[in-house]
Each structure stands twice: as C-alpha cells, then as structure tokens.
C-alpha cells in the first residue's frame, strides 16, 4: 500500500505543478480576449 501511495502523493505532485500554471494562464488569457473583444 505503500506504493500506492507513493503513486498517489507523485500524480498529485504533477497534478499541482501541471494544473495550477495552466488555470493561472488559462484565466489570464481567457481576461485579456474578454477585455479584447469588450
């Protein structure tokens, strides 16, 4: 189980590192089109 969990602590390591810069740059591009297009 300790494998598992090692699995686990690692996607959420990426998942943290991959997810939260593409939702900052996601929101901050989807702004500047709104403001674009605004």
């Known amino acids: 189980s300790t494998d598992l969990r ?3 602590s690692l ?8 997810f ?3 939702i ?3 929101s901050t591009v989807l702004l500047k089109f709104w ?4």
């Open 6 to 8: 090692k699995e686990l």
């Open 11 to 18: 996607f959420r390591n990426c998942y943290e590192i991959v």
């Open 20 to 22: 939260v810069p593409v």
């Open 24 to 26: 900052s740059v996601a």
């Open 35 to 38: 403001h674009y297009l605004l």
